[in-house]
């Protein structure tokens, strides 16, 4: 899921722009994006974070989880289950909420 959400360069510039915690994240990105040769960015662990604060954002399905003695984890979907699998998302919503939740956080931050 994480994969189809993606920043472009206008997202990273906005960013860049965003302090000098927006700077130091940006470089952060363009090392990756340096070394990967992709002009996006996917920011994994934001989209799970966002997930959580704006649900309304995400589509989920209920189920199980079991876990084999190997290791693999497996999610059954069922109606009563209590893990929520996200299965779609509002893709440039996501991007966007994001970009904008680091834009307030880096003019509003005070380094120390």
């Known amino acids: 899921m994480t ?3 993606r920043i472009g360069r206008d997202g990273i510039e906005r960013i ?8 130091a994240l940006a470089r952060e990105i363009d090392a990756w994006t ?6 996006w960015s996917v920011p994994h662990d934001p989209i799970t974070a966002l997930s959580m604060l704006r649900p309304d954002l995400y589509r989920t399905e209920p189920g199980t989880v079991t876990v084999d003695d190997e290791g693999v984890t497996t999610f059954h979907r069922d109606p009563s289950g209590h893990v929520r699998l996200v299965v779609d ?5 996501v991007a966007e909420e994001i970009v904008a939740r680091i834009e ?6 005070t380094p120390s």
């Not at 998302?89 to 919503?93: E, G, H, I, S």
């Open 3 to 5: 994969r189809r959400v």
């Open 16 to 23: 860049r722009a965003a302090g000098p915690y927006g700077v």
């Open 34 to 39: 340096g070394f990967t040769g992709e002009g």
């Open 89 to 93: 998302a509002d893709l440039d919503q």
């Open 104 to 109: 307030r956080a880096g003019t509003t931050a």
